[in-house]
Each structure stands twice: as structure tokens, then as C-alpha cells.
């Protein structure tokens, strides 16, 4: 069955450090999404991009983060200079098409811990 | 804007014994409703989504979710828990009527004694 996988699992990085995570959503889907949930609290959306572009972001979105699918496979999201407060669960997700009723299927999640 | 709100933190339960998971949502328009379930380590899998087709709705594992409009409740329910269903449970509405950015409850942590 199609899967959405992330790398790494887990990431440690110093805290100013660049850190990139990757995706690689289900072939055929063509809406790319990050998530993400901070210990104990609800799971956040960040970003939606569709056909190369962002078509919606969150506040939390802010210059420091960048997405791109840079080979037409992967989908990534980078933080330039990553602060403690990015220490979260990061999902990734993509859906087939956009609409009512449409699921997004989620990836394992990658872990970021920021020291 | 839309949201949902899981009424239970944490649920315990008997092995065997029915399972019933809380969830009020509040929409402006006909709601995208799903149940995804997390297991430890694990990602996000979609248990069962709303699709106005039937108020009932039935997903993966024996679970069972309920539309009720009058009641603005989508609570998920299974009949007979099993020890693999300990995980952690949100439910999730589409922000928008046609769009696809999801919003995600707090989540309800099951936890099902032997």
C-alpha cells in the first residue's frame, strides 16, 4: 500500500543550525502539506503547497521556514536557524485532490529536538 | 473558523468492553469530519471520514463513528475493545468546505487494560 515516508526519524540539531526534513508523499498525490505538534499540545498545520507553490500557510510559518519539492519526489521542509521552540513532531502529508471529504494521508512523523 | 473538541484527555477502558471516544465539532457549513488514530511511533492512520453519504459510518478495526447534526457530534465507539487499540485518537474537520488544511483536536489517549 502507498505510504508517505519521512527522514530522518528522529534530529537533533544545536540551536541557529539549518535543519532540513524530507518527504516523499504517495506518487500520484499532488497536495503536500506539514504538520506539526509540539509536546502536549495539538497537532498544527504549517504549510499546504500545490503545484510548486504555497497555496496556504500558517502564523507559524514565518520567514525562517521554506518548502520546496525539488526533484518532483521529494518534498521538503527546511528551518534556516532553528530555536528551541521548533522542538516538535513534524508530519508530513499529502492528498490525491482537494475538496470535501478528502483524508491526507501522514507520514511517520520526524522528530526535532533543538539544544 | 471551524474547530473540534475531544471532551476526554484520556480514556480507559477494559479489554473487551465498549470503547466510546468524544468529539464536538463546530462548523459553519457541512462538516469533512475524519477520526485518524496514532500509535506510539507510529504516524497518522485515517480510522474513518464523515462523507454525508450516511450518518453512520464505519472504519478500519471495528470502529464506528456517528454524525449527529442536531448534536454537532461525531463520537467514534467500537464494541468490544482489543489491547492493540491503545493509541491515541483526534478528531480532525477540514478548515474549509472545499479546501483541505485540516484541524485537529486535542486528541484522546486510550488506554485498554487486560
Known amino acids: 500500500e502507498p505510504e508517505v515516508t519521512q527522514t530522518p526519524s528522529h534530529q537533533v540539531t544545536q540551536m541557529g543550525q539549518e535543519v532540513i526534513l524530507r518527504c516523499v508523499p504517495i506518487?500520484?498525490?499532488?497536495?503536500f502539506y506539514w504538520y506539526r505538534q509540539i509536546l502536549g499540545q495539538k497537532v498544527e498545520f504549517l504549510v499546504s503547497f500545490y503545484n510548486n507553490e504555497i497555496s496556504e500557510k500558517s502564523e507559524i510559518f514565518d520567514d525562517q521556514f521554506s518548502v520546496e519539492r525539488p526533484d518532483g519526489s521529494n518534498f521538503t521542509l527546511k528551518i534556516r536557524s532553528t530555536k528551541l521552540e521548533d522542538s516538535a513532531m513534524y508530519f508530513c502529508a499529502s492528498s490525491p485532490r482537494q475538496g470535501m471529504n478528502t483524508e491526507a494521508f501522514f507520514g511517520q512523523g520526524t522528530r526535532l529536538t533543538v539544544v | 473558523a471551524q474547530s473540534v473538541t475531544q471532551l476526554d484527555s484520556h480514556v480507559s477502558v477494559s479489554e473487551g468492553t465498549p470503547v466510546l471516544l468524544r468529539c464536538n465539532y463546530s462548523?459553519?457549513?457541512?462538516?469533512?469530519l475524519f477520526w485518524y488514530v496514532q500509535h506510539p511511533n507510529k504516524g497518522l492512520q485515517l480510522l474513518l471520514k464523515y462523507t454525508s453519504a450516511a450518518t453512520l459510518v464505519k472504519g478500519i478495526n471495528g470502529f464506528e463513528a456517528e454524525f449527529k447534526k442536531s448534536e454537532t457530534s461525531f463520537h467514534l465507539t467500537k464494541p468490544s475493545a482489543h489491547m492493540s487499540d491503545a493509541a491515541e485518537y483526534f478528531c480532525?474537520?477540514?478548515?474549509?468546505?472545499?479546501?483541505?488544511?485540516?484541524?485537529f483536536g486535542a486528541g484522546t489517549i486510550l488506554r485498554v487494560k487486560s
Open positions: 462548523s459553519s457549513y457541512s462538516p469533512s
Open positions: 506518487s500520484n498525490h499532488l497536495y
Open positions: 480532525v474537520v477540514s478548515e474549509k468546505e472545499y479546501g483541505n488544511k485540516l484541524v
